[in-house]
């Protein structure tokens, strides 16, 4: 679709076109769909931020006068849909529960850079304190009071099988982090 | 940047637990380096653009009429009972095709409204074949309303409201006969045409088989049309367009019977779209040109582009809510 007929779409669009909103839908909504997610790892929830998303276009659809492209005005309206998403979720603490130090055994990657270190570091402790409450009283536990699977069990009532199965459920999250660097 | 761009790319291609799902959307969405982290985020949208995505057409077809009739009771609900205005003080009936003189009857069953409008309307799946008080015939197509004053026939000008599809033959009384259609009007005084204004379409059109009408409109301007011409009329855009066609494949719809000689797949869809009142839409590579013979009498929709599917060797899916039909390769 060369320019000048987009404008005209995006125009048509504006001015309550059901014909072009199919068009868009139709051409679109694989692509939204794939994106939202590869970003929230959800395929039922990726199709009705999907639907969302399209019934938001059509809501706006005059703010769409003046837009150029219709893919970028796309973009936004997912981008802020996705985000919202994450907003709705609950919000989580900013709690320093990782020291760099214990990046490279936690993670397993390779940390040359300094600056490489920031952003898995607080996603490492996003990942922690995200974590259910009693699988992050765990693992701290463990981590950051140096305490064995056997005191941990004794000082919360739990099993040492059930430690044993926070501790691995924790590592394993945080080693998926290393694939991303 | 970079690693940021790493980070997302990454993330999106891999497959991570509902834990790490929640840490990266907080990381990502955070005020912190925004612009760069959008930047990434944008660059593999694009990214993803450009794959050519794998998606099933009758699964995102329904996914579609789902948007639809969501919008559809949004509409509802913001302006309801938009059927109530016409319903007042006038007669709305529902018909199956035939011929009616409804002239007696309505007047005899509403004595007492003089200055009322009479309403004629087609169901939505048939059509009717009226006479209007003055002799002129009206084929109204599926799913229309055509209304007028019910002192349409002593008023100095007959003047008809039409939504939807309608082929009017109109007889010469000397009074001219205008038909109000969207933002327009069709104004004559005896001839053959038809006229089309329906939310399903874009375009509205006016053909003329003919004699001369008419045609004007605060956006449109004004325009006089030739036998064999027909004027488009794009709301959206209120662009208007005068082009020559074949007006038999514009109003062959009024005949229970149509007959189609090797005639090309482009047209034989043309004649079956007014027939049916649907959208057809075509996908992939589907030769418009091949020709097919084809005889309808009277059949329901689902069974003659069940066989046109045979003769055009496509596969053809009905999606009915929408009144949309796609022709796709096999």
Known sequence: MNGNQEAEYIQRLSGGSYEVFDYFYLKYAPLVEAFACALLKDKSLSEDICQEVFLRIWQRRRSLRGVMSFKSFLFTIVKHSIYDYYARGHVIPHEQNIQPEDLPELLGGDLAREEDLRDVLSLANLTVAAMPEQRKKVFLMHRRMGMNYQEIAAKTGLSVKTVEYHMSKALSQLKSLGTLL | ?330
């Not at chain 2, 949004?74 to 016409?86: D, G, L």
């Not at chain 2, 015939?137 to 002593?154: A, C, H, K, M, Q």
């Not at chain 2, 074949?246 to 719809?253: A, E, I, K």
């Not at chain 2, 149509?258 to 996908?283: F, G, M």
Request: net charge negative; charged share 25%; proline share 3%.
């Open chain 2, 1 to 330: 940047m970079g690693k940021k761009k790493d980070i997302i790319s990454r993330y999106m291609s891999g497959s991570f637990t509902d834990e790490v799902r929640d840490a990266f959307g907080s990381w990502l969405s955070s005020p912190e380096d925004q612009q760069a982290k959008e930047d990434a985020l944008y660059s593999e949208w694009e990214a993803l653009a450009a794959r050519d995505i794998s998606d099933s057409t009758l699964d995102r077809r329904r996914k579609l009429s789902l948007i639809h009739r969501h919008i559809e009771q949004e509409r509802k609900r913001s302006r309801p009972r938009t059927w109530a205005y016409i319903a007042a003080g006038l007669v709305s009936l529902a018909l199956i095709a035939g011929l009616f003189s409804l002239s007696h009857s309505i007047r005899q069953s509403q004595p007492d409204a003089a200055a009322s409008s009479v309403c004629l309307v087609s169901s939505s799946t048939s059509k009717g074949e009226f006479t209007l008080p003055d002799g002129t015939s009206v084929w109204l197509n599926i799913g229309s309303t055509l209304s007028y004053d019910s002192d349409f026939e002593n008023a100095a000008i007959r003047e008809v409201k039409l939504d939807g599809e309608a082929y009017f033959d109109v007889t010469k009384d000397g009074r001219p006969f205008t038909v109000k259609a969207g933002d327009f009007a069709v104004k004559v005084l005896g001839t053959r045409f038809a006229v089309r204004h329906t939310p399903l379409y874009d375009q509205d059109l006016v053909t003329l088989v003919s004699g001369s009408v008419n045609v004007s409109g605060e956006s449109l301007g004004g325009f006089t049309l030739s036998p064999g011409e027909q004027l488009s009329y794009d709301r959206m855009l209120g662009k208007t367009s005068v082009r020559n066609v074949d007006t038999g494949d514009f109003v062959s719809w009024i005949r229970p019977h149509l007959s189609l000689e090797d005639c090309p797949l482009s047209k034989v869809i043309e004649n079956l779209e007014h027939r049916y009142r649907v959208k057809v839409s075509t996908v992939g590579d589907i030769d418009l040109s091949s020709r097919i013979t084809l005889k309808i009498n009277n059949e329901p929709k689902e069974k003659i582009f069940t066989i046109l599917s045979f003769l055009a060797d496509c596969e053809l899916r009905i999606i009915d809510e929408e009144n949309v039909i796609l022709i796709c390769t096999k």
